[in-house]
């Protein structure tokens, strides 16, 4: 029997996973989303995204694309911005991705399309999506981060619902103090939130999350590193089967305080990896 029907009959409840890729503008983000389903039996990884990935705009641009799934705005006071004929604020240069927060004047419109309307003080940006469609159990996610810290930044390397929210987790946010929040929403008011201290130096570290879809095929837990060090466990409540987006973006002010840097705010990024078991 073919494989691909085999795994229909064992595996009824199954639905195809979609991933996206994505990029953010100044802040550039990237989604991948995927769907998780339990398999009973261990399979080998397959790299959705590569190391590579920033190592042209062309790869970049295969691999993500710019600004959030949804549009420019988010809850902050940065509107993303860019484009593959715009890279004021994204940039790709030696393997590293480089999203670029800088304060912006009389921006039209003034505040933003995204709720809570945050006026938008800053400027970036992001753009088009990859369809994958493989089921899959479960998922790593890792990469070099260099996050900037002072009050009024708000850089993220998160995963959010395609479609209705949450689920949501966030690998790396880091809100305007020296800390990195690992976080899983299973609803707007239940959420997991712990802390690891992260310098302010702008050095790179390391972070990771293994998502695992858990035997009774609905909870997925999450296995957060920072450092190759593993800090916390959470667990996500009916993520089966959910699609995500995978996420990088620099958003500026929000949840991150406020006022924000009066120049200009650098966030790097490099050696991500995605890898998927199940198919
Ligand atoms: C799945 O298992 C977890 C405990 O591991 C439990 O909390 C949850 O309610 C279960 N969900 C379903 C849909 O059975
Ligand atoms: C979210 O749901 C999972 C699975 O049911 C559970 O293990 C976890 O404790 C829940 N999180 C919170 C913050 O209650
Ligand atoms: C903004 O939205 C994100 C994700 O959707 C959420 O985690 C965060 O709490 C929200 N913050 C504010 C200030 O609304």
Redesign the pocket.
């Known amino acids: 029997m073919p494989i691909n029907m085999r795994r229909e009959l064992d595996f009824p409840a199954r639905i195809p996973s979609t991933m996206f890729v994505r990029k953010l503008n100044s802040l550039a983000i990237i989604g991948i989303a995927g769907t998780l389903v339990s398999a009973p039996f261990a399979r080998a990884a397959t790299t959705v995204i590569p190391s590579s990935s920033f190592s042209s705009y062309s790869t970049f641009e295969s691999y993500w694309a710019y600004l959030y799934p949804w549009g420019s705005d ?3 006071s940065a509107r993303m911005k860019g484009s593959s004929t715009d890279h004021s604020n994204i940039v790709v240069a030696s393997s590293t991705l480089s999203l670029i927060a800088t304060p912006t004047s009389n921006p039209n419109p003034p505040t933003s399309t995204s ?2 309307h945050p006026a938008i003080h800053y400027a970036r940006r992001a753009s088009h999506d990859l369809l994958f469609g493989h089921p899959a159990n479960g998922y790593t996610i890792s990469g070099d981060f260099s996050a900037p810290t002072a009050r009024g930044t708000w850089p993220a390397f998160w995963l ?1 619902a395609v479609n209705s ?1 949450p689920p ?1 987790v ?1 690998i790396g946010e880091w809100k305007g103090t020296a800390n990195n929040w690992f ?1 899983t ?1 299973n609803t707007s008011s239940i959420v997991r939130s712990d802390l690891v201290g992260w310098p302010t130096d702008l050095s790179f570290h390391s972070i990771k999350a293994v998502l695992t879809a858990q035997p009774n095929n609905s909870d997925v837990k999450i296995q957060f590193y920072m450092d190759n060090v593993l800090r916390t466990t959470q667990y996500g409540q009916a993520f089966v089967g959910k699609p995500l987006w995978l996420i990088v973006n620099l958003q500026m002010e ?2 991150s305080g406020s006022p924000g840097p009066t120049g200009t705010t650098t966030y790097k990024v490099r050696n991500v990896v995605v890898t998927r078991t199940g198919s």
């Open positions: 988010h809850n902050g709720n809570p959010t929210w949501e966030d976080n929403f929000g949840s």
